[in-house]
């Protein structure tokens, strides 16, 4: 198995033998919805663990938190396009009224001090999580795991987005985690071949998704009719909570 070598662009994790694994869909500023699940599960932060697909910013009230989030040992979140949208402003090559009107005010609103901190913390993000279980291995990414041409093997998306095919390759795969739409806009069911499961999320779904062997779990909780969708990995189990529901 392929570790991932480089924490900026993958990070692996061993099995977790003391409890249990959670993958929960886009947050985006909603906080006060994934504590109320960590009630709801009854969330043992000495063994569970909590990985998200990215966004956990922007269009929610409480995206300033993202900080004390990602400081807890239990929770781990891939980068999604929002956090890439700060990222891109912060390197003086993003769009801030595009990211406003995509629910970043509350970012180029707050302190310069701040928005540092937050923009150095999200670089530090990895594109994808790969993880291991007990019986056996699923992944983590924001938006699709890419298929290009006769690449439908995990490791050879972990090895593209870590560059070992050229720079050309590295910046369509890391492009196409974070933003595409073609597999679920298709319906496109090629299984990602060398992982049991890969979850994503960035597409706003009625509720959680099955296209082949991979996981939509956004279920638009940033919008007054959606809600927030988290799965237990061991079970399949599908756990909601309804805007407003904390």
Same mark, same amino acid.
């Not at 807890?72 to 402003?89: C, K, P, T």
């Not at 041409?149 to 050229?166: K, R, S």
């Given at each position: 198995? /392929?570790?991932?070598?480089?924490?900026?662009?993958?990070?692996?994790?061993?099995?977790?033998? %003391?409890?249990?694994?959670?993958?929960?869909?886009?947050?985006?500023?909603?906080? &006060?919805?994934? &504590?109320?699940?960590?009630?709801?599960?009854?969330?043992?932060?000495?063994?569970?663990?909590?990985?998200?697909?990215?966004? *956990?910013? =922007?269009?929610?009230?409480?995206?300033?938190?993202? %900080?004390? #989030?990602?400081? $807890?040992?239990?929770? !781990?979140?891939?980068?999604?396009?929002?956090?890439?949208?700060?990222? =891109?402003?912060? *390197?003086?090559?993003?769009?801030?009224?595009?990211?406003?009107?995509?629910?970043?005010? #509350?970012?180029?609103?707050?302190?310069?001090?701040?928005?540092?901190?937050?923009?150095?913390?999200?670089?530090?993000? @990895?594109?994808?999580? =790969?993880?291991?279980?007990?019986?056996?291995?699923?992944?983590?990414?924001?938006?699709?795991?890419?298929?290009? @041409?006769?690449?439908?093997? #995990?490791? &050879?998306?972990?090895?593209?987005?870590?560059? &070992?095919?050229?720079?050309?390759?590295?910046?369509?795969?890391?492009?196409?985690?974070?933003?595409?739409?073609?597999?679920?806009?298709?319906?496109?069911?090629?299984?990602? /071949?060398?992982?049991?499961?890969?979850?994503?999320? $960035?597409?706003?779904?009625?509720?959680?998704?099955?296209?082949?062997?991979?996981? !939509? %779990?956004?279920?638009?909780?940033?919008? @007054?009719?959606?809600?927030?969708?988290?799965?237990?990995?061991?079970?399949?189990?599908?756990?909601?909570?309804? !805007?407003?529901?904390?």
């Amino acid at each position: 198995m /392929t570790p991932c070598t480089d924490p900026a662009t993958c990070v692996r994790l061993a099995p977790n033998i %003391l409890g249990r694994d959670f993958v929960v869909g886009d947050v985006h500023g909603h906080f &006060e919805l994934l &504590e109320a699940f960590m009630r709801t599960v009854d969330f043992d932060t000495d063994a569970d663990r909590l990985l998200a697909v990215g966004d *956990l910013v =922007d269009r929610g009230p409480a995206s300033h938190q993202v %900080l004390q #989030w990602l400081e $807890h040992a239990w929770f !781990y979140s891939v980068r999604g396009n929002h956090e890439q949208m700060i990222l =891109d402003h912060d *390197l003086g090559t993003g769009s801030v009224e595009k990211h406003r009107n995509n629910g970043g005010a #509350w970012y180029h609103d707050a302190e310069t001090e701040l928005r540092q901190a937050i923009a150095l913390r999200l670089q530090q993000l @990895p594109f994808a999580l =790969d993880v291991e279980t007990p019986r056996g291995r699923f992944g983590v990414v924001h938006a699709e795991p890419p298929l290009l @041409p006769g690449q439908h093997h #995990w490791e &050879e998306i972990l090895m593209n987005l870590a560059g &070992e095919q050229g720079g050309d390759v590295q910046q369509l795969t890391q492009r196409q985690v974070l933003y595409s739409r073609n597999r679920i806009n298709n319906r496109d069911k090629t299984p990602i /071949t060398g992982v049991d499961t890969v979850y994503v999320g $960035h597409t706003s779904v009625p509720s959680p998704t099955r296209l082949g062997n991979v996981v !939509y %779990l956004d279920t638009g909780c940033s919008w @007054p009719d959606g809600h927030l969708s988290a799965i237990e990995v061991a079970t399949g189990k599908v756990i909601t909570l309804e !805007y407003g529901a904390a």
